[in-house]
């Protein structure tokens, strides 16, 4: 119908129509698409900390960014006592967290970790907590589970006594290790209450759905308190066909995709697939360690030969990038990492030099050197292995005798220091610098107890850093001891290992450290996804 109008002049005026407003379109669903190599067991995580499962359905205290800063999660802030024994956490005040509506409390907590050092069946992970009161007796099974110094002491305080100052605490608290489970769905549903339909979480997402052997889909949890640190709102994941890793990739049908080592020289040698390679170095070490008091590695000079008879740039290109050269026995991105020139030139690869030092040896004919190893390790660790035992052999020119062990063997030959050189595989247990100074190398470390070296100036060191809560302090402290044990040859860095993916272009952020390196999803920070961005794809 042709709206009236009134005739005043020549002009034709027409009434002002009333304003409809423009539709807001709905805000777009990210969707991020990730392909996985294995399948997992579970996600819980507080049963075991190797289940291979999802740890952005939980969370816990506290949260890692991607530069192990120690972030708020549940706890909404902490206090601690002045002799650093004694931690206070005071929980979020929210109506509901967990994704079935109830709200996370802080007995959630200490049932978790109670589970967690059941002697019936502790979690492998539950020595992280021996440094909480009684919980060593706990998990040796002579103390009641309520002797855990972690008391509730109402809804939204947690209280935790620890045995002497660890101002590393906040960092194992941030571990996937350290995630909680739901107890009511646990007591319904035993083992199996991490599966579709059982599953209650805590964390920024709930799990939707789970077909073994082809995927599962995650959605944001409504009631996790920090919905705004994710942008993605559906998450799903694909079981790579094991015939063809990466064939769903290259269909376009996923985001993110591990590179086998099989298909690396493959992928590393197509140009076009460059832009899209991005690595991660893990926060793990393999490394040398030298029995100090047996010859002729009782002197200083021929243990410092042994680093500079390895050329790391060549184990890197050995295995097309999937480690990394490490002069720090303390990975990149982990609080007490050191990277100058001082530490690199310790183990500079001379191997003239290092020829030349070993000569008095060599004319004395002396037996082989023997270098244990374990009987069984993946594809990468092995090729750069072999290859680490054959360039001693040639730039030393001594005989390299390689001793392999397995099972309780081993276990015997690290606790009572049964070798000469040893071959040392350490993925840090938490991103701190004492997961490597205190538990493998001070005078009460958690293993490498077969180890006949101390160092009176680390352990002065060591306990100024275990007291320190500020961060800064205790980098310093750290970075006396990465000088002390460098210089003593003791424990020799050799690389990093490295985890090397494939992204498509419409992604448009991962997480990232400081100094741009990408954070892959791992154990110790655990929000890979919550630091993703998907653009639309083009059409």
């Known amino acids: 119908m042709t709206p009236p109008t009134v005739r005043v002049s020549p002009t034709v005026i027409r009434p002002t129509p009333t304003a409809t407003p423009t539709p807001t379109p709905p805000p777009r669903t990210q969707i991020f698409r990730r392909l996985r190599q294995d399948e997992p067991r579970n996600h ?8 291979g499962g999802e740890p952005e359905l939980f969370a816990g205290l506290v949260r890692l960014s991607p530069d192990y800063d120690v972030r708020p999660d549940w706890a909404e802030r902490w206090d601690v006592s002045a002799d650093g024994t004694r931690w206070v956490f005071t929980l979020r005040q929210t109506p509901s967290g967990w994704s079935n509506g109830e709200p996370v409390r802080a007995a959630d907590f200490v049932w978790s970790w109670q589970r967690m050092l059941d002697p019936t069946q502790p979690a492998p992970q539950a020595w992280l907590l021996d440094i909480v009161g009684n919980a060593r007796a706990v998990r040796r099974g002579e103390a009641e589970p309520s002797a855990l110094a972690a008391r509730a002491l109402d809804e939204r305080t947690l209280e935790v006594e620890l045995e002497r100052p660890a101002g ?9 290790g350290l995630l909680p489970a739901y107890r009511p769905a646990v007591e319904q549903w035993g083992d199996r209450w991490t599966e579709a339909g059982h599953c209650v979480s805590n964390g920024p997402f709930r799990l939707v759905s789970w077909e073994p052997g082809s995927g599962y889909v995650l959605a944001r949890n409504p009631h996790y308190w920090n919905r705004a640190l994710t942008m993605v709102d559906d998450y799903r994941v694909t079981i790579a066909p094991a015939d063809d890793p990466l064939l769903p990739f290259f269909r376009g049908q996923v985001d993110f995709a591990p590179v086998p080592l099989a298909q690396l020289p493959e992928v590393t040698s197509q140009e076009v697939l460059l832009e899209q390679l991005e690595r991660s170095v893990l926060p793990e070490v393999w490394s040398l360690v030298v029995q100090p008091d047996t010859p ?10 042994l680093s500079q008879a390895i050329d790391r740039e060549r184990l890197r290109d050995l295995v097309y990038g999937a480690v990394e050269p490490a002069f720090s026995l303390v990975p990149p991105k982990v609080p007490g990492f050191v990277a100058d020139e001082q530490l690199a030139t310790f183990h500079r690869f001379t191997p003239l030099e290092a020829y030349l030092r070993w000569e008095p040896v060599r004319n004395q004919q002396p037996g082989p050197l023997r270098l244990t190893a374990p009987a069984t390790n993946d594809q990468v660790e092995e090729t750069v292995l072999l290859d680490v035992a054959e360039q001693l052999r040639t730039n030393l020119g001594v005989e ?19 070798f000469q050189l040893l071959w040392w595989r350490w993925p840090l247990p938490f991103p701190d610098g004492a997961a490597v100074y205190e538990w493998l190398l001070s005078r009460d470390r958690k293993t490498l107890r077969g180890l006949r070296w101390q160092h009176e100036e680390l352990e002065r060191f060591l306990t100024l850093a275990r007291t320190e809560t ?11 001891c990465e000088t002390l044990v460098q210089e003593a040859y003791v424990a020799i860095p050799i690389v990093y290992p490295v985890s090397t993916y494939l992204v498509q272009p419409w992604v448009a952020s991962l997480p990232r450290a400081r100094n741009g390196m990408l954070v892959g999803p791992g154990l110790l920070f655990n929000r890979f996804v919550s630091g993703v961005v998907v653009r639309p794809r083009a059409s």
Do not use: H, K, M
């Open 44 to 51: 819980d995580f507080n049963r075991d900390l190797y289940c």
């Open 168 to 176: 590393y605490f906040p960092l194992i608290l941030g571990t996937a």
């Open 296 to 305: 002729p590695l009782d002197r200083v000079e021929l243990r410092s030969a």
């Open 400 to 418: 390299i005798e390689l001793e392999r062990l397995d099972g309780l063997d081993w276990d015997r030959a690290v606790a009572n220091g049964a």
């Open 470 to 480: 500020d961060t800064t302090r205790r980098l310093g402290a750290y970075r006396q």
